[in-house]
Protein backbone atom coordinates (compact mmCIF):
# COMPACT_ATOMS: atom_id res chain seq x y z
CA UNK A 1 0.00 0.00 0.00
CA UNK A 2 3.08 2.32 0.67
CA UNK A 3 4.37 2.19 -3.12
CA UNK A 4 0.66 2.89 -4.23
CA UNK A 5 0.59 5.57 -2.12
CA UNK A 6 3.83 7.33 -3.32
CA UNK A 7 2.92 6.49 -7.10
CA UNK A 8 -0.40 7.89 -7.21
CA UNK A 9 1.36 11.14 -4.82
CA UNK A 10 3.37 11.25 -7.83
CA UNK A 11 0.72 11.79 -10.29
CA UNK A 12 -0.92 13.78 -7.82
CA UNK A 13 2.27 16.29 -8.13
CA UNK A 14 2.31 16.45 -11.35
CA UNK A 15 -1.38 17.87 -11.66
CA UNK A 16 -1.84 19.41 -8.82
CA UNK A 17 -3.63 22.09 -10.20
CA UNK A 18 -6.21 20.09 -12.16
CA UNK A 19 -6.86 18.26 -8.75
CA UNK A 20 -6.98 21.03 -6.89
CA UNK A 21 -9.49 22.74 -9.27
CA UNK A 22 -12.26 19.68 -9.42
CA UNK A 23 -11.82 19.49 -5.20
CA UNK A 24 -12.90 23.45 -5.19
CA UNK A 25 -15.80 23.16 -7.48
CA UNK A 26 -18.32 21.38 -5.59
CA UNK A 27 -17.88 24.11 -2.67
CA UNK A 28 -17.06 27.28 -4.88
CA UNK A 29 -19.43 26.41 -7.43
CA UNK A 30 -22.17 26.01 -4.66
CA UNK A 31 -22.29 29.27 -3.01
CA UNK A 32 -21.62 30.30 -6.17
CA UNK A 33 -24.64 29.30 -7.36
CA UNK A 34 -26.16 29.52 -3.54
CA UNK A 35 -25.46 33.75 -3.74
CA UNK A 36 -26.43 34.14 -7.28
CA UNK A 37 -29.72 32.76 -6.39
CA UNK A 38 -30.50 34.77 -3.49
CA UNK A 39 -29.53 38.29 -5.21
CA UNK A 40 -31.77 37.06 -8.03
CA UNK A 41 -34.61 36.37 -5.68
CA UNK A 42 -34.39 39.65 -3.90
CA UNK A 43 -34.38 41.40 -7.33
CA UNK A 44 -37.41 39.93 -8.10
CA UNK A 45 -39.11 40.60 -5.04
CA UNK A 46 -42.13 43.77 -5.42
CA UNK A 47 -41.42 47.40 -4.03
CA UNK A 48 -43.69 48.27 -1.97
CA UNK A 49 -44.13 51.39 0.38
CA UNK A 50 -45.38 51.62 3.71
CA UNK A 51 -46.39 55.23 5.50
CA UNK A 52 -47.19 54.38 9.32
CA UNK A 53 -49.15 56.95 10.94
CA UNK A 54 -49.19 55.19 14.00
CA UNK A 55 -47.05 52.75 15.41
CA UNK A 56 -49.17 51.31 18.85
CA UNK A 57 -48.37 47.59 18.95
CA UNK A 58 -51.25 45.91 16.91
CA UNK A 59 -50.20 48.44 14.18
CA UNK A 60 -46.49 47.28 14.16
CA UNK A 61 -47.85 43.72 14.35
CA UNK A 62 -49.14 43.95 10.69
CA UNK A 63 -46.08 45.54 9.21
CA UNK A 64 -44.29 42.52 10.54
CA UNK A 65 -46.77 40.43 8.72
CA UNK A 66 -46.39 42.14 5.82
CA UNK A 67 -42.35 42.17 5.95
CA UNK A 68 -42.46 38.75 6.37
CA UNK A 69 -43.75 38.00 3.07
CA UNK A 70 -41.13 35.77 0.57
CA UNK A 71 -42.58 38.18 -2.80
CA UNK A 72 -42.44 41.52 -0.71
CA UNK A 73 -39.54 43.98 -0.43
CA UNK A 74 -41.35 46.82 2.02
CA UNK A 75 -39.94 50.10 2.94
CA UNK A 76 -41.37 52.37 5.83
CA UNK A 77 -41.10 56.14 4.61
CA UNK A 78 -42.95 59.32 4.93
CA UNK A 79 -46.30 59.79 2.64
CA UNK A 80 -44.37 62.29 0.41
CA UNK A 81 -41.35 60.37 0.09
CA UNK A 82 -43.74 57.39 -0.90
CA UNK A 83 -45.21 59.11 -3.01
CA UNK A 84 -42.55 60.76 -4.81
CA UNK A 85 -41.30 57.10 -5.05
CA UNK A 86 -44.02 55.88 -6.61
CA UNK A 87 -44.39 58.82 -9.53
CA UNK A 88 -40.79 57.91 -10.69
CA UNK A 89 -41.78 53.99 -10.88
CA UNK A 90 -39.26 52.87 -7.63
CA UNK A 91 -42.31 51.69 -5.91
CA UNK A 92 -44.88 49.10 -7.35
CA UNK A 93 -47.51 50.63 -4.83
CA UNK A 94 -47.72 52.40 -1.54
CA UNK A 95 -49.78 52.27 0.80
CA UNK A 96 -51.08 53.86 4.38
CA UNK A 97 -51.64 53.12 7.71
CA UNK A 98 -54.11 55.45 9.03
CA UNK A 99 -53.81 56.52 12.74
CA UNK A 100 -56.58 55.21 15.08
CA UNK A 101 -55.78 51.91 13.60
CA UNK A 102 -55.90 49.87 16.97
CA UNK A 103 -58.82 51.39 18.14
CA UNK A 104 -60.80 50.91 15.23
CA UNK A 105 -59.63 47.32 15.22
CA UNK A 106 -60.62 46.59 18.89
CA UNK A 107 -63.84 48.05 17.66
CA UNK A 108 -64.33 45.52 15.02
CA UNK A 109 -64.13 48.02 12.29
CA UNK A 110 -62.27 47.65 9.37
CA UNK A 111 -63.41 49.84 6.72
CA UNK A 112 -61.14 53.04 5.56
CA UNK A 113 -58.08 51.76 8.12
CA UNK A 114 -55.91 52.06 5.15
CA UNK A 115 -55.20 53.79 1.73
CA UNK A 116 -53.50 52.37 -1.30
CA UNK A 117 -51.94 54.36 -4.24
CA UNK A 118 -50.59 52.90 -7.25
CA UNK A 119 -49.22 54.04 -10.70
CA UNK A 120 -50.39 53.16 -14.62
CA UNK A 121 -47.46 50.46 -14.32
CA UNK A 122 -48.64 49.05 -10.85
CA UNK A 123 -48.32 44.81 -11.59
CA UNK A 124 -49.12 43.95 -7.92
CA UNK A 125 -51.21 46.35 -6.57
CA UNK A 126 -54.41 44.40 -6.34
CA UNK A 127 -52.82 41.04 -4.74
CA UNK A 128 -50.79 43.02 -2.28
CA UNK A 129 -53.95 45.23 -1.28
CA UNK A 130 -55.88 41.81 -1.09
CA UNK A 131 -52.89 40.37 1.15
CA UNK A 132 -52.81 43.44 3.77
CA UNK A 133 -56.87 43.25 3.70
CA UNK A 134 -56.96 39.74 4.77
CA UNK A 135 -54.30 40.71 7.57
CA UNK A 136 -56.54 43.80 8.75
CA UNK A 137 -59.87 40.97 8.62
CA UNK A 138 -57.64 38.59 10.58
CA UNK A 139 -57.19 40.69 13.50
CA UNK A 140 -61.15 42.56 12.99
CA UNK A 141 -62.09 38.70 13.58
CA UNK A 142 -60.43 38.23 16.54
CA UNK A 143 -61.92 41.13 17.99
CA UNK A 144 -65.27 40.75 16.66
CA UNK A 145 -64.73 36.86 18.50
CA UNK A 146 -63.96 38.32 21.65
CA UNK A 147 -66.65 40.45 22.04
CA UNK A 148 -68.91 37.49 21.17
CA UNK A 149 -67.10 35.66 23.92
CA UNK A 150 -67.52 38.46 26.13
CA UNK A 151 -71.18 38.64 25.78
CA UNK A 152 -71.87 34.64 25.97
CA UNK A 153 -70.23 34.60 29.32
CA UNK A 154 -72.05 37.82 30.44
CA UNK A 155 -75.43 35.81 29.13
CA UNK A 156 -74.32 33.05 31.59
CA UNK A 157 -73.60 35.46 34.47
CA UNK A 158 -70.00 34.34 34.53
CA UNK A 159 -68.29 36.57 37.41
CA UNK A 160 -64.60 35.63 36.05
CA UNK A 161 -63.82 36.73 32.57
CA UNK A 162 -61.59 36.85 30.18
CA UNK A 163 -60.18 40.14 29.10
CA UNK A 164 -60.32 40.95 25.79
CA UNK A 165 -56.56 41.78 25.00
CA UNK A 166 -56.37 37.63 26.87
CA UNK A 167 -59.06 36.04 24.11
CA UNK A 168 -56.72 37.52 21.66
CA UNK A 169 -53.77 36.35 23.10
CA UNK A 170 -54.66 33.06 23.39
CA UNK A 171 -56.55 33.44 19.69
CA UNK A 172 -52.99 33.91 18.37
CA UNK A 173 -51.28 31.50 20.54
CA UNK A 174 -53.20 28.54 19.30
CA UNK A 175 -52.82 29.87 15.13
CA UNK A 176 -49.47 29.53 15.77
CA UNK A 177 -49.45 25.88 17.26
CA UNK A 178 -51.92 24.70 15.04
CA UNK A 179 -52.10 24.83 11.41
CA UNK A 180 -55.64 26.07 11.25
CA UNK A 181 -56.27 26.69 7.45
CA UNK A 182 -53.52 24.03 6.57
CA UNK A 183 -54.73 21.09 3.84
CA UNK A 184 -52.80 18.89 1.96
CA UNK A 185 -54.37 17.32 -0.93
CA UNK A 186 -52.62 14.01 -2.62
CA UNK A 187 -54.10 12.07 -5.48
CA UNK A 188 -51.64 9.58 -4.59
CA UNK A 189 -52.40 6.91 -2.02
CA UNK A 190 -48.54 5.94 -1.86
CA UNK A 191 -47.06 9.40 -1.91
CA UNK A 192 -45.53 11.09 1.03
CA UNK A 193 -47.77 14.28 2.21
CA UNK A 194 -45.75 17.18 1.53
CA UNK A 195 -44.32 19.38 4.48
CA UNK A 196 -45.77 23.68 4.32
CA UNK A 197 -42.55 25.31 2.92
CA UNK A 198 -42.64 29.11 4.09
CA UNK A 199 -40.30 30.27 0.43
CA UNK A 200 -38.60 28.67 -2.26
CA UNK A 201 -35.35 28.57 -1.40
CA UNK A 202 -32.60 27.00 -3.07
CA UNK A 203 -30.88 24.21 -1.02
CA UNK A 204 -27.22 24.77 -0.84
CA UNK A 205 -26.06 21.18 0.11
CA UNK A 206 -28.23 19.72 -2.66
CA UNK A 207 -26.68 21.34 -4.98
CA UNK A 208 -23.06 20.57 -3.70
CA UNK A 209 -23.98 17.02 -3.59
CA UNK A 210 -24.91 16.89 -7.26
CA UNK A 211 -21.43 18.91 -8.28
CA UNK A 212 -19.58 16.43 -5.92
CA UNK A 213 -20.97 13.47 -7.77
CA UNK A 214 -20.09 14.88 -10.70
CA UNK A 215 -16.50 15.22 -9.78
CA UNK A 216 -16.42 12.26 -8.12
CA UNK A 217 -16.97 10.96 -11.03
CA UNK A 218 -14.68 12.78 -13.51
CA UNK A 219 -11.73 12.03 -10.93
CA UNK A 220 -12.21 8.13 -11.91
CA UNK A 221 -10.71 9.05 -15.41
CA UNK A 222 -7.37 7.66 -13.88
CA UNK A 223 -8.57 3.99 -14.81
CA UNK A 224 -9.46 4.57 -18.23
CA UNK A 225 -5.87 6.47 -18.39
CA UNK A 226 -3.60 3.52 -16.94
CA UNK A 227 -5.14 1.40 -19.19
CA UNK A 228 -2.61 0.85 -21.44
CA UNK A 229 -0.70 -2.26 -22.34
CA UNK A 230 3.05 -1.10 -22.04
CA UNK A 231 1.44 -0.57 -18.12
CA UNK A 232 0.31 -4.78 -17.49
CA UNK A 233 3.31 -6.22 -18.14
CA UNK A 234 4.87 -4.38 -14.83
CA UNK A 235 2.55 -6.13 -12.82
CA UNK A 236 4.00 -9.75 -13.65
CA UNK A 237 6.87 -8.56 -11.60
CA UNK A 238 5.23 -6.94 -8.26
CA UNK A 239 3.80 -8.10 -5.53
CA UNK A 240 0.56 -6.69 -6.01
CA UNK A 241 -2.00 -7.63 -9.04
CA UNK A 242 -3.72 -4.58 -11.28
CA UNK A 243 -6.88 -5.03 -9.59
CA UNK A 244 -5.07 -4.87 -6.30
CA UNK A 245 -3.49 -1.89 -7.30
CA UNK A 246 -6.90 -0.10 -8.59
CA UNK A 247 -8.54 -0.77 -5.55
CA UNK A 248 -5.89 0.39 -3.47
CA UNK A 249 -6.02 3.52 -5.75
CA UNK A 250 -9.56 4.08 -5.45
CA UNK A 251 -9.56 4.04 -1.38
CA UNK A 252 -6.76 6.86 -1.75
CA UNK A 253 -9.33 8.84 -3.46
CA UNK A 254 -11.78 8.00 -1.84
CA UNK A 255 -10.09 9.43 1.70
CA UNK A 256 -8.66 12.56 -0.20
CA UNK A 257 -12.26 13.24 -1.18
CA UNK A 258 -13.76 12.44 2.29
CA UNK A 259 -11.42 15.26 4.31
CA UNK A 260 -12.78 17.66 1.70
CA UNK A 261 -16.20 16.64 2.11
CA UNK A 262 -15.48 17.45 5.89
CA UNK A 263 -13.90 20.28 5.16
CA UNK A 264 -17.18 21.86 3.39
CA UNK A 265 -19.17 21.01 6.03
CA UNK A 266 -17.58 22.86 8.36
CA UNK A 267 -17.34 25.67 5.66
CA UNK A 268 -20.63 25.73 5.14
CA UNK A 269 -21.62 25.53 8.87
CA UNK A 270 -19.34 28.25 9.36
CA UNK A 271 -20.23 30.48 6.39
CA UNK A 272 -23.79 29.71 5.65
CA UNK A 273 -24.92 28.54 9.14
CA UNK A 274 -25.70 24.93 8.01
CA UNK A 275 -26.47 22.41 10.81
CA UNK A 276 -23.56 19.92 11.81
CA UNK A 277 -24.31 17.05 14.42
CA UNK A 278 -21.36 14.24 15.13
CA UNK A 279 -23.91 12.30 12.49
CA UNK A 280 -21.96 14.81 10.10
CA UNK A 281 -19.23 12.75 8.97
CA UNK A 282 -20.95 9.61 9.52
CA UNK A 283 -23.65 10.77 6.83
CA UNK A 284 -20.65 12.00 4.62
CA UNK A 285 -18.68 9.13 4.93
CA UNK A 286 -21.91 6.66 3.14
CA UNK A 287 -22.13 9.64 1.02
CA UNK A 288 -18.57 9.15 -0.51
CA UNK A 289 -18.16 5.72 -0.07
CA UNK A 290 -21.75 5.17 -2.66
CA UNK A 291 -20.10 7.87 -4.71
CA UNK A 292 -16.39 6.45 -4.82
CA UNK A 293 -17.59 3.09 -5.52
CA UNK A 294 -20.25 3.97 -7.93
CA UNK A 295 -17.54 5.88 -10.33
CA UNK A 296 -15.04 3.23 -9.77
CA UNK A 297 -17.42 0.57 -11.27
CA UNK A 298 -18.73 3.06 -14.09
CA UNK A 299 -15.22 3.93 -14.93
CA UNK A 300 -14.14 -0.12 -15.50
CA UNK A 301 -17.31 0.05 -18.06
CA UNK A 302 -15.42 1.90 -20.88
CA UNK A 303 -12.09 2.67 -22.66
CA UNK A 304 -12.06 5.81 -24.10
CA UNK A 305 -12.30 8.89 -21.24
CA UNK A 306 -14.95 10.85 -23.41
CA UNK A 307 -17.58 8.54 -23.60
CA UNK A 308 -17.06 8.08 -19.50
CA UNK A 309 -17.66 11.86 -19.15
CA UNK A 310 -20.51 12.03 -21.62
CA UNK A 311 -22.14 9.01 -19.40
CA UNK A 312 -21.24 10.32 -16.14
CA UNK A 313 -22.70 13.85 -16.76
CA UNK A 314 -25.63 12.05 -18.35
CA UNK A 315 -26.06 9.87 -14.97
CA UNK A 316 -25.85 12.98 -12.89
CA UNK A 317 -28.18 15.18 -15.08
CA UNK A 318 -30.70 12.51 -14.07
CA UNK A 319 -30.27 12.89 -10.64
CA UNK A 320 -30.54 16.35 -10.76
CA UNK A 321 -34.09 15.96 -12.24
CA UNK A 322 -34.83 13.32 -9.72
CA UNK A 323 -33.37 15.57 -7.14
CA UNK A 324 -35.67 18.44 -8.36
CA UNK A 325 -38.13 19.41 -5.39
CA UNK A 326 -34.50 19.03 -2.72
CA UNK A 327 -32.62 21.53 -4.85
CA UNK A 328 -35.99 24.09 -4.70
CA UNK A 329 -38.77 22.59 -2.35
CA UNK A 330 -42.05 23.85 -3.52
CA UNK A 331 -41.41 23.71 -7.14
CA UNK A 332 -42.76 20.17 -7.68
CA UNK A 333 -45.39 18.16 -6.57
CA UNK A 334 -45.71 14.87 -4.93
CA UNK A 335 -46.57 13.14 -8.72
CA UNK A 336 -43.26 12.65 -8.71
CA UNK A 337 -42.57 10.79 -5.31
CA UNK A 338 -42.19 7.81 -7.15
CA UNK A 339 -39.63 8.62 -9.26
CA UNK A 340 -37.86 10.75 -6.27
CA UNK A 341 -37.10 6.83 -4.71
CA UNK A 342 -35.01 5.95 -7.26
CA UNK A 343 -32.70 8.96 -6.66
CA UNK A 344 -29.61 7.45 -4.60
CA UNK A 345 -29.31 11.17 -3.29
CA UNK A 346 -32.58 11.16 -1.86
CA UNK A 347 -31.26 9.78 1.51
CA UNK A 348 -28.44 12.10 1.74
CA UNK A 349 -30.70 15.18 0.67
CA UNK A 350 -33.02 14.36 3.99
CA UNK A 351 -30.48 14.23 6.25
CA UNK A 352 -30.56 10.39 6.15
CA UNK A 353 -28.16 7.45 4.71
CA UNK A 354 -28.74 5.16 1.73
CA UNK A 355 -27.58 1.98 2.98
CA UNK A 356 -28.93 -0.10 -0.23
CA UNK A 357 -26.65 1.69 -3.11
CA UNK A 358 -23.66 1.53 -1.28
CA UNK A 359 -23.86 -2.39 -0.40
CA UNK A 360 -24.88 -2.99 -3.90
CA UNK A 361 -21.96 -1.23 -5.20
CA UNK A 362 -19.70 -3.05 -2.76
CA UNK A 363 -21.13 -6.43 -3.42
CA UNK A 364 -20.34 -5.77 -7.57
CA UNK A 365 -16.96 -5.13 -6.36
CA UNK A 366 -16.50 -7.45 -4.86
CA UNK A 367 -17.49 -9.97 -7.21
CA UNK A 368 -15.34 -8.17 -9.95
CA UNK A 369 -12.37 -8.66 -7.91
CA UNK A 370 -12.48 -12.48 -7.54
CA UNK A 371 -14.14 -13.15 -10.75
CA UNK A 372 -12.24 -15.52 -13.30
CA UNK A 373 -12.05 -13.18 -15.89
CA UNK A 374 -9.07 -13.37 -18.98
CA UNK A 375 -8.97 -9.46 -19.09
CA UNK A 376 -6.26 -8.38 -16.85
CA UNK A 377 -9.02 -5.83 -15.30
Known sequence: MKSILQTRWLHWKKQAAGLLFWLLLPIVGSILIH?????????????????????????????????????????????????????????????????????????????????????????????????????VQEETSRSKAAYTIKGIADAAGKKQQWTWDEIVDTSNRIEKEENLLLTTFSFLPAADSLKPQEKTTLDIWAIWVLLHTLVSFFLMDWIIKEKQS??????????????????????????????????????????????????TPVILFALQLMLTS??????????????????????????????????????????????????????????GINYSFPAFCLLLITGWYFSKRKSIY
Open 35 to 135: TLFQGFQQQTKVPVGMVMEEKSPMAMKLLHDIKHSPTLQVQVMDEAEALHLLEIHKLDSVFVLHSGYEEEIRNGNRDELLTGYRSNLSIAYTPVKEMIVSL
Open 230 to 279: GVFVRFSFMRYSYRQYLLGNALLYFFLLYIFDLIVAVVFHVVLQTSFSLY
Open 294 to 351: AGFLLALLFKHSFTFYSVSFAVVLMMTLASGSSILPGAFGSSSAWFLRLNPLQNFLHG
